[in-house]
């Protein structure tokens, strides 16, 4: 196994459940125009923002929350990242085993490994306290990496722990203690096994991922490691959490420093790596701690309307029609991967790509320009508040770009008192609506926090 | 722009129009036949008269038939226009050359909508099937309209208090207008309290901000101009009919600003050509525009050469454009008091034009009115559609 860790991002939404929802601690969720797809394409571009997109081989998907199912979800990704038609894409649906079936994968021949997840429990439920919507990003290939991997192990287990019929939003489980004396056995044998082959008596940190809430909170009971034992620190992310977990500990840890990653879903799953030198120059540069820190309270029942569990009185205007399919094909590249036409005669950018230049009427010499990255400031702006909208009001900007290009776009994760002429916005990957089952995926500006760390910096 | 126009070649000689409002108890049918029978009469002629016909409507019903079903019209042409909210001033541009061509004596343009049937607020829109990723999906026509609100105050330095007042000047005195005209929908004067206090619908905009959602229809029949006085005493004769289609630069363009419609700027420049206007603000008696939202009645008075740039607000203010400042500007209340059946909005438009120009106007009747424009906009800022006509009661 010649393949390294490249490189690692996480993404949490910026959403919190506050105090009014009877919550103690902050519980990170989704916005209503996020899923499973966006939150992997926002961890991918994290992480591709300080990697070559040329390394990725291949993309795997883990959700347990797939937007679609009888569609591959990666190609919305791949589409979104702009990757090479020949990179393949698949969806690894189910469990946070899939996370593992996908780092098993992306370990032997190289890929982006993207897991992601939109965790619903019913309102006062423990999967509400300790879940959490999130999602991280793995790049395994070859080079030189920030982590080596080391040795794996695995053991099955038939349990029913956890559980969730394909058609429900909501999940089911045993009681922990039972779930936890059995996973209690799997993650000290898959543990030892993992560190027999790596030639290890003990890592130095350990992170161990479950949706059995007994295990999480007894981690270091189970397997110790020299320097830390820790869980995902915002909570239960689904098949998110193995990687959300670990991006915690790759945010901290030291070079040559031994990482023993355990995974407790229908038996466990070990994955052991050792950090390189080049770890502390390529950590993501908000680290999820942060990211943590970062969010803002919604209200309980916006929160509950955003998950359909409370239904609000909309704007009385007409639902939106399902995007078409030809021509969603036709404009993938603007739709999915945001990319613009550039005249080759006079350099004006269309957003959206057109056939005749409006800067100099030049018939059909445009070449692609990608605009997912650029920044751009408020040209002007408006909260509307009859539009149609999963969330009224709809604030809307008209976007001027760094390099050229305007356009009009809907403003994500909006406070409307953040927007005004001259604030700066980059862009993020969004579902606008979901009408007739197909999700609108499309591209919504986002104001840049006072203060953050550019796109640009970053690279 | 290179348009000969057709100025003096044709005349109006009928006009109907039905009360404007949320009128439940008529339907589109009973809309046309109220209006057609009005312009009908009004020109003297008996419904055989008419040889050719061109209907107006956004989505009130499609093709010719929309029309000939319920007037029972006898295998003559109807042709189905559309245009935008310009839709009834391209039925009547279209009728005026169909007449100045020479292929028709007497032909009749007419607009309807009804779009009290529906159960939504504002517009519906019926577009083909798409990706998904049009703004206007998510953009209404207030917010795609109040955009021009910050950008105007951006650009010129006007403190947002003051472009607010002049907002609320331009509901205020449109309803001032409304409320003398027995067919508007809002036949009541509004303090500016209440203006300023309705509910928000998009940015800054409120209700009372936003032109009146309703149901209505208006017709005029048009001969040339020579046969004119075969049917009036008291014709209004065509000078000028313009129309423009913008590419849509404006939203692709960080060069546009939000505080212009260039396609209305270069409209009402190919009209003032055609009807050899040179200082508008003065060679008109009154101007009909398309005051679908307060602000944009205040860009207009710029791109339409009323005043100057960044002087709308304060020329506004000061009553110019009021029933008895320098221009009366909608003194029928406008789309935002006579309301907005979008295609026979710009009929409407003509019809008080008509009214003025002929001294029918009742209460709102100004004083000697020579010339008249009408100003009809379909679209948003950054890319529309708008016509530009001028009529006025005498030829040459």
């Given at each position: ?5 490249l490189?690692?991002a ?8 506050g105090p009014?929802?009877g919550?103690?601690?902050p519980?990170v969720?989704a916005?209503f125009?996020?899923?499973s797809?966006?939150?992997?394409v ?11 997109p040329a390394?990725v081989a ?12 009888d569609?591959?979800n990666a190609?919305a990704?791949h589409?979104a990242?702009?990757l090479a038609p020949?990179?393949?894409a698949t969806d690894v649906?189910g469990s946070g085993r899939?996370?593992?079936g996908?780092l098993?994968?992306a370990?032997?021949?190289?890929g982006?490994v993207l ?7 019913r309102?006062?439920?423990?999967d509400?306290?300790l879940g959490?919507?999130a999602?991280?990003a793995?790049?395994?290939g070859e ?13 099955t287990?038939e349990l ?11 999940g089911?489980?045993?009681e922990e ?6 996973y209690?056995?799997l993650?000290r044998r ?5 560190l ?6 003990e890592?130095?940190h350990?992170?161990v991922?479950?949706g059995?809430?007994?295990v999480v909170k007894r981690?270091?009971?189970?397997v110790?490691?020299?320097r830390?034992?820790?869980t995902?620190?915002?909570?239960f992310?689904?098949?998110?959490d193995?990687?959300?977990a670990?991006g ?22 070990a994955l ?7 770890l502390?120059?390529?950590?993501q540069?908000?680290?999820?701690r942060?990211?943590?820190a ?5 209200p309980?029942?916006?929160?509950l309307?955003?998950?359909?569990l409370l ?11 399902r995007?078409?399919?030809?021509p ?6 603007w739709k999915f991967?945001?990319?613009g036409a ?8 269309h957003?959206?790509p057109v ?6 009427g030049?018939?059909?010499r445009m070449?692609?320009v990608?605009?997912a990255g650029?920044?751009g400031?408020v040209?002007t702006?408006?909260v509307?508040?009859?539009a149609f909208s999963p969330?009224p009001?709809?604030?809307d900007?008209?976007?001027?770009f760094?390099?050229?290009?305007r ?7 909006a406070?409307?008192a953040t927007?005004?002429?001259g604030?700066?916005v ?6 606008l609506?979901?009408a007739?089952g197909?999700h ?12 953050a760390?550019?796109a640009e910096?970053?690279? | ?6 100025a003096d070649?044709?005349a ?12 439940w108890?008529?339907?589109?049918d009973?809309?046309?036949?109220d209006?057609v029978?009005?312009a009908?009469a009004?020109a003297?002629m ?6 050719a ?6 989505g009130s ?5 929309t029309?000939?079903r319920?007037l ?7 042709t189905?226009v559309?245009?935008?909210?310009a839709?009834g ?6 009728a005026?050359y169909a007449?100045?061509?020479?292929a ?5 343009a007419?607009?309807?909508?009804k779009?009290k049937d529906?159960g939504f607020?504002?517009?519906?829109r019926?577009?083909?099937?798409a990706?998904?990723t049009?703004s ?8 795609a309209?109040?955009l021009?609100d ?13 472009m607010r ?5 331009v509901?205020w005195k449109?309803h001032v207008n409304g409320?003398r005209?027995?067919r ?12 300023e206090?309705?509910?928000?619908v998009a ?5 009372l901000?936003c032109s009146g959602?309703s149901?209505?229809s208006?017709?005029a029949?048009?001969?040339?101009a020579e046969d004119a006085?075969?049917?009036t005493?008291?014709p ?7 129309l423009a ?9 960080p060069g546009y600003?939000?505080?212009t ?8 420049q190919?009209?003032?050509?055609q009807a050899g206007i040179?200082d508008?603000a003065?060679e008109?008696s ?7 939202f307060?602000p944009t ?6 791109d ?8 709308a607000w304060k020329?506004s203010?000061?009553?110019d454009?009021d029933a008895?400042g320098?221009l009366?500007?909608n003194?029928?209340?406008?789309l935002?008091?006579?309301g907005?059946?979008v295609g026979?909005s710009g009929?409407?438009m003509?019809?008080?034009a ?5 001294g029918e106007?009742?209460e709102r009747?100004l004083p000697d009115p020579?010339h008249?424009l009408?100003h009809?906009?379909?679209g948003r800022?950054?890319g529309?559609?708008s ?5 006025g009661?005498?030829?040459?």
């Open positions: 196994m010649s393949t390294v860790v490189g690692y996480t993404y949490l939404p910026v959403h919190r459940l009014d929802s919550l103690r601690t519980r969720v916005s125009d996020e899923n797809t966006t939150l992997a926002a961890a991918a571009r994290s992480l591709l923002r300080r990697a070559d390394d291949s993309v795997w998907l883990a959700t347990t929350s797939p937007a679609y199912l569609k591959t190609s990704v589409a990242l702009g020949d990179v393949f649906v899939s996370t593992v996908a098993r994968a370990s032997a021949q190289g982006l897991a992601a997840d939109v965790r619903v429990g309102p006062g439920s423990s509400e306290r959490a919507d999602a991280g793995l790049l395994l080079g030189d990496g920030i982590a080596d991997v080391l040795a794996q192990a695995s053991v287990d029913l722990d956890r559980w969730r019929p394909p058609t429900s939003l909501v089911a489980q045993w203690r039972f779930g936890f004396e059995r209690a056995d993650v898959a543990a030892g096994e993992a027999d082959r790596a030639g290890l008596a890592a130095d350990v992170v991922a479950s059995n809430s007994a981690a270091g009971t189970l110790k490691g020299a830390s034992t820790t995902s620190p915002v909570g992310s689904g098949a998110a193995l990687l959300v670990l915690a500990v790759l945010d901290t840890a030291g070079p040559g420093e031994t990482i023993l990653l355990l995974s407790a879903v229908d038996g466990c799953d052991v790596l050792r950090t390189t030198d080049r502390p120059e390529r950590r540069p908000v680290p999820v942060d990211q943590l970062a969010g803002r309270p919604v309980y029942t916006t929160y309307s955003w998950r359909g239904e609000r009185e909309l704007p009385r205007r007409p639902e939106p029609d995007p078409a399919g030809p969603s094909l036709r404009a993938a590249a991967g945001f990319a550039r005249c080759t005669e006079c350099g004006f950018v957003l959206p056939p005749v230049c409006r800067g100099c030049a018939v059909e070449e692609a990608p605009m650029a920044r400031t040209a702006y408006t509307d508040r009859l969330s009001p709809v604030v900007v008209v976007v001027d760094e390099g050229g290009g356009c009009s776009v809907e403003v994500a994760d406070d409307p927007v005004t002429v604030t700066e980059e862009m993020t990957f969004r579902s609506f979901v007739g197909v609108n995926y499309f591209w919504k500006a986002r104001v840049v926090p006072a203060g760390v550019s910096e970053d690279a | 722009m290179s348009s000969r126009g057709i070649k044709v109006i000689v009928g006009m109907g129009c039905t009360r404007f409002g949320e009128l108890d008529r339907s589109t009973d809309l046309l036949v209006a029978g009005q009908v009004s003297g008996r419904p055989d008269d008419v040889d016909y061109w209907l107006g409507t956004l019903g499609q093709s010719g038939l029309l000939s319920p029972g019209i006898d295998h003559k042409p109807v189905r559309e245009n935008y909210c839709t001033s391209e039925a009547f541009r279209n005026c007449v100045a061509s020479g028709y004596d007497r032909v009749m007419v607009g309807v909508e779009l529906s607020s504002g517009l519906l019926s577009d083909p099937p990706d998904g049009a206007e999906l998510s953009l209404t026509a207030p917010a309209f109040s021009l910050p950008a105007y105050t951006t650009r010129y330095g006007v403190d947002p208090g003051a007042e002049a907002m609320t000047h509901a449109n409320a005209n027995p508007a929908q809002f036949r009541k004067e509004v303090s500016r309290e209440a203006i206090n309705a509910p928000k940015g800054r905009l409120g209700v901000d959602v149901d209505g208006a017709a029949i048009v001969v040339r006085h075969l049917y005493d008291r209004v004769y065509v000078k000028a009919l313009a289609a913008g590419p849509m630069r404006g939203g692709m363009d600003d939000f505080t419609f260039p396609e209305v700027v270069r409209s009402a190919d009209a003032y050509a040179t508008p003065r008109l009154l101007a009909e525009v398309h005051d679908c307060t009645e205040l860009v207009l008075m710029e339409l050469g009323f005043t100057e740039r960044g002087q020329d203010l000061a009553g454009f008895d320098r009366p500007v003194v029928d209340g406008g935002k008091s006579f907005h059946p026979a009929l409407r003509l019809f008080e008509w009214l003025q120009l002929r106007a009742g009747q020579h008249a009408t009809n906009l379909g800022p950054g529309c559609v016509f530009v006509s001028v009529v009661n005498e030829a040459g």
